[in-house]
């Protein structure tokens, strides 16, 4: 992990695609689009099966690692309405069970709107961007607001490293900018949209564990 002062407040970045705010206590997923991989096995795509549980591990892992009470979801938590399917469901009823102390909270996105909230029993407050939480505002679209930093996801951003074209990687990464920061988005088979930083901004690129900084 790696910590950040971020608009005068401290932000750690997680190498498992996530960040956490110290100060609230708070771990921000964006984009973990749950049920991603049975909507895709609903349209013929053969895709490995688990990774809705094996996701939710890995929220489970980030927060006794960080001591966080509270999870925000920027935005896109179900990835469509297949995601309600009753294999799913169960998932995240058996890891609300062992996790009942987390306060969650998910910040609508664009999949969202698609998938509908959350099930009620799952206990999560939903609301629209932006939110408002430690000096910072949560959303799910990266856009400039007045009075606040924003930290949201969508975007899903990487960055190529390496030599030639064809021996170039893409990794996920975090993007900070002026007034915007974007997060990797958390989930898998999500895809990757690469980025195009401007002079002055800060990109930190996740790779074999580790979260790095570019020049």
């Known amino acids: 992990m790696v910590e950040i002062e971020l608009a005068?407040?401290?932000?750690?970045?997680l190498a498992d695609k996530?960040?956490?705010l110290p100060d609230e206590r708070c771990l921000l997923i964006a984009d973990a689009h749950v049920g991603k991989a049975v909507s895709f096995r609903k349209l013929g795509v053969p895709v490995p099966r688990g990774t809705t549980?094996?996701?939710?591990?890995?929220?489970?892992?980030?927060?006794r690692a960080t001591g966080a009470q509270q999870v925000v979801f920027l935005g896109?938590?179900?990835?469509?309405?297949?995601?309600?399917?009753?294999s799913t469901l169960a998932a995240l009823a058996q890891w609300r069970r062992e996790q009942p102390q987390l306060a969650l909270t998910l910040v609508r996105g664009n999949h969202d709107d698609?998938?509908?909230?959350?099930p009620p029993a799952l206990g999560f407050c939903v609301v629209d961007e932006p939110?408002?939480?430690?000096?910072?505002?949560?959303?799910?679209?990266?856009r400039a607001l007045p009075g606040a930093y924003?930290?949201?996801?969508?975007?899903h951003p990487c960055v190529s490293v390496g030599g030639r074209a064809f021996d170039r990687l893409r990794l996920p990464c975090f993007w900070f900018g002026e007034a915007v920061g974007v997060l990797p988005a958390f989930g898998e088979f999500t895809g990757m949209h690469p980025i195009r930083?401007?002079?002055?901004?800060?990109?930190?690129a996740v790779a074999e564990g580790q979260v790095v900084r570019l020049p």
């Open 197 to 204: 930083p401007a002079e002055g901004d800060q990109v930190y």
């Open 114 to 118: 698609r998938a509908g909230d959350p």
């Open 131 to 142: 939110l408002p939480l430690g000096g910072f505002a949560l959303c799910h679209h990266p």
């Open 18 to 20: 996530a960040a956490y």
């Open 76 to 86: 896109d938590f179900l990835h469509s309405e297949h995601s309600h399917a009753a």
């Open 53 to 63: 549980t094996a996701g939710l591990t890995r929220v489970s892992a980030l927060a």
């Open 150 to 155: 924003v930290l949201a996801g969508h975007w």
């Open 8 to 13: 005068g407040r401290p932000l750690v970045l």
